[in-house]
């Protein structure tokens, strides 16, 4: 009998515990955030810059954090229901495209409970999403590689043939076409987001092709490596800590700050401008000018200090600045991307795909929405493009 | 960029990533012509990188860190050698257990190392006079690690000590038939242990390859599936260390042209073709009648106890 009691109680305890878990989020009360990665956050790479996200996000005063890494696309479901189940969370932020929906799923369950899902499209009133994209970094990291190559042939590994990575290679290709109409952008697919070998043979693979400057989509820093052993130069993948790899090698590369959403989104929460009924019109795209991302080298560095001196030195005849070194297109691309204004898009029209048909008509820039569904391949790009239309 | 110098490319980046698949299929085949599958070549390559990268850039010696790397996942091989021999256990559990535990432990005990560059890494060698062979030369002697060479000679000393020596009975006999090698006086557990940990001693090897010559650095998941197609190419070269070193470098080939061909053939395609081929020898293999003819070992994933059988 007293087992059964004991038995009972213990239940009892854990609904009503249960229970105050999934209780609203009190607008300036303390708040649990849980964070849901894909990788390690020791890849040197996406999960990485999450977790510096999340650093940021500990940093408030009225903030805790728990955080899961590691976790296999799909399987997101008991972590998120762990996370708000044993550790309260008022609000859950899951970072990976296939956590998608499972995230959802969760926020549809617990309608309570505040969601954000980095790169995704779905949403719900207490589910947001959220985007700190590359392209305007990528354009910049092309002028330097346009005006550095000396093969006029520039690299590039890409993961996987998805708009994104195609949105971010087309901004490559016109950043090095801005500052060398000549150059060629040599692409290969290795199919992973996380495969070291694949990344240095397709890179090998590009260097007998003739290319000597390399940008990627891989979460290792083996294409920086593999430059660097060949004497090459390369840019840098979610932000400077591959360049302890290759000082003397990585001219910039493309940094995020994660946090700077994170913090922004938690706080209008915390004020309670943000709540779980409000969120399903709520998309964060954020680019230079809210500073979620930007070109770096190593720290403080949007170029690497050892590559100042030859890209003053390399001119171009910009169509509309005239004879421009590249350090200075570089200068003005940077602040005009940087202004809240918005004066500059590589996406402006015209530019027509390397199959001649007009993408984007003389006079338009690319909304959003056909930035995010990019199929064409820029008029620069050699290689194969899976998905290119005719 | 010429012909000669995109072949000269292409040899030389299949030798150079051949060269992992090649010990530690070496290690799986002697460790399967004993009568035990192991299928935690991943863990146990994953254990050897980390070992090879903490060691090199602790001593500063890349060398230090191979022999160390092959001396922890010997070590690590017993694992599945105590509990396939001794105990008898599930032979393809155990493994799988192996290659857990080697993923999760590296993942852990290496964190301090992500993110770090290895300063003295195994340096590239050209061997004199043969190096200047035309195309042979710049492809096959020119710029490779050592590792690349002591790969060949181990498949042709591995070959010879299998199928030309009395040791090399004595591990087939156990493989083929544990209780005649028995009757024979020949010690079953004792040569499966040993033939495990041969297994685990050069993936090991194969591991520090990736982490102190091949990319130095230490990722966690480094070893990203290559375990799983070294037990393939197993099969693939019949048991053989010889055809095993062809099969590593036909595999190798094939996975270095899948980059270097994707303006011509579809991509995915190509990514798929080494997969296909291996599902297709595996298929072919299976059928038993062939099975024998080739020598898969009789004994193969069968615990011995004496007087059972």
Known sequence: ????????????????????????????????????YVGPIGDYGYSYAHNEGRLAVEALPWADTFYVESVTEGQEGPVIEDLIATHGCDVVITTSFGFMDGTLDAALNHTDVIFGHAS?????????????????????NGIIAGALTETNKVGYVGAFPIPE????????????????????????????????????EATEALIAEGCDAFAFTEDSPTVVQKAAENGMISFGHYGSQMYTFAPDYVVSGQAV?????????????????YTAENLANIDYWWLMAQGAVYPEAAPGDPINPLYVDALKAYMIDDPAFGEISAYDLFMIRMAQFGDPGVTFDPFQGPISDRNGNVVVPAGMWLSADSLITMEWAFENVVGAWPGEPE | MSWESWVISTISRTLAYGTPLLLATLGEIYAERSGVLNLGVEGMMIVGALTGFAVASQTGNPWFGVLAAGVVSGLFSLIHAFASVTLRANQVVSGLALTMLGLGLSGVIGRSYEGRP??????????????????LGPAIFQDQNLLVYIGIGLAILLWFVLFKTRIGISIRAVGEDPATADSLGINVARVRYLCVMVGGVLAGIAGAYLSVAYRPSWTDGMTAGMGWIVIALTIFAFWNPISGMFGAYFFAGLFVLSFRLQAWLSPELLKAMPYILAIVVLIVVSRGTLQKRMGAPSALTLPYTRGED
């Open chain 1, 1 to 36: 009998m007293n087992k059964r009691f004991a038995l009972f109680a213990a239940l009892a305890l854990v609904v009503v515990l249960a229970g105050a878990a999934f209780a609203a989020y009190e607008p300036g009360t303390k708040m649990t955030v849980g964070f849901v």
């Open chain 1, 120 to 140: 995704g499209y779905k949403r719900a009133p207490n589910m947001m999403t959220f985007m700190a994209d590359f392209y305007q970094v990528y354009y910049l």
């Open chain 1, 165 to 200: 990575v195609k949105r971010h290679l087309n901004a490559y290709a016109m950043g090095v076409k801005a500052a060398n109409p000549d150059a060629e952008v040599h692409v290969k697919w290795i199919y992973s987001w996380f495969d070291p070998g694949a990344a240095a």
């Open chain 1, 257 to 273: 700050n994660w946090g700077s959403i994170l913090v922004d989104f938690l706080q209008k929460v915390y004020e309670g401008e």
């Open chain 2, 118 to 135: 290895l300063m003295h890494t195994l340096d590239k060698i050209s061997i004199p006079l043969l190096e200047k062979i035309p195309v």
